[in-house]
């Protein structure tokens, strides 16, 4: 089987533990649901035939589409060509600004946002999304000459991947991309992390807060009632272990590389969360 992988870096990645992801996760299953899909780590390694995934992130969510869109996939692949070519501290910044004028901003066609968006997560310092209160990308560059937006066949792989399969994609909050979900479906929730002392947690414009996890708890216990699968990840905190506590929980280690203050890697604890019985 063909496997496309993250065409972003992006923050909490579930690169590293994608071996205990599969481990957890239910053999059989009907349609796939990935309300926070980031950069889609578990979406490219499972591959399934249908699925919905879902991010509150609208340029994140904007490049899936112009990867699925077949003329705006040719668009946006010649448009990262050029700034291949082009690519230099200058250029990062002339592009990085663009969101500046938001009326301007706004007209730009939806291929040249999504070249945009990879080109700044491949050149920007430790593939960091991260924006001010006026939602303006605001990580400085990352200093290399060269930059690789295509890695390889992947985006081509990805491109297929969107198109042959029946892979609906959403740009809304996370429990409302879930209203569809039916008995024996899998629902795989990746939250922004929660943390017993605050932490960088920003994805967006908008923050998720211990009262979001709370939210996203009921939610899953709904999944649960409906008959669904539902998996789920974060960190090893008080308040995870007490709001999944009727549930199978997975303590894993992982290495994480974007924490506090963007520099500082090591270990960390993790926890799976299933609804059901897996992967002992
Ligand atoms: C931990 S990341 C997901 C990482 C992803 N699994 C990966 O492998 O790259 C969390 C994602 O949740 C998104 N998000 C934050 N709040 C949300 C909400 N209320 N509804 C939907 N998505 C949200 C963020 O934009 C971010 O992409």
């Not at 993250?6 to 481990?23: E, M, N, S, T, Y």
């Not at 591959?47 to 994140?60: F, G, M, R, T, W």
């Not at 990867?67 to 448009?79: N, P």
């Not at 700034?83 to 901003?105: C, G, P, Q, V």
Request: glycine share 4%; charged share 30%; proline share 3%.
């Amino acid at each position: 089987m063909i496997k496309g992988k993250p065409f972003v870096k992006w923050a909490g990645g579930k690169r590293q533990i994608i071996d205990k992801l599969i481990k957890y996760s239910p053999v059989e299953f009907n349609t796939y649901f990935e309300p926070f899909v980031g950069g889609g780590a578990l979406l490219f390694e499972l591959s399934p035939d249908k699925a919905v995934i879902n991010d509150y992130n609208a340029e994140l969510i904007n490049v899936y589409e112009c990867l699925k869109d077949e003329k705006k996939y040719k668009k946006m692949c010649s448009e990262l060509n050029k700034y291949e070519t082009l690519h230099s501290e200058e250029f990062y910044f002339e592009i990085r600004n663009l969101d500046r004028d938001k009326a301007k901003f706004n007209k730009m066609p939806d291929y040249k946002r999504a070249s945009r968006t990879i080109y700044l997560n491949k050149a920007c310092f430790n593939g960091l999304y991260r924006v001010n209160s006026k939602n303006e990308f605001n990580v400085p560059f990352n200093k290399k000459t060269k930059v690789n937006t295509y890695d390889g066949e992947n985006l081509l792989v990805i491109h297929y991947l969107l198109n042959f399969k029946d892979i609906k994609i959403l740009n809304c909050d996370f429990e409302e991309s879930i209203k569809d979900a039916k008995k024996n479906d899998f629902i795989y929730f990746d939250p922004p992390y929660d943390s017993d002392t605050q932490t960088f947690n920003s994805y967006t414009e908008n923050g998720f807060d211990k009262e979001e996890q709370k939210r996203l708890a009921k939610v899953f216990k709904e999944l649960d009632n409906r008959g669904c699968y539902v998996m789920l990840s974060n960190h090893n905190t008080k308040l995870v272990h007490e709001l999944y506590k009727d549930y199978h929980i997975h303590v894993i280690q992982a290495k994480r590389n974007i924490n506090a203050n963007g520099q500082k890697r090591g270990k960390v604890e993790e926890v799976i969360i299933t609804n059901y019985e897996s992967g002992e």
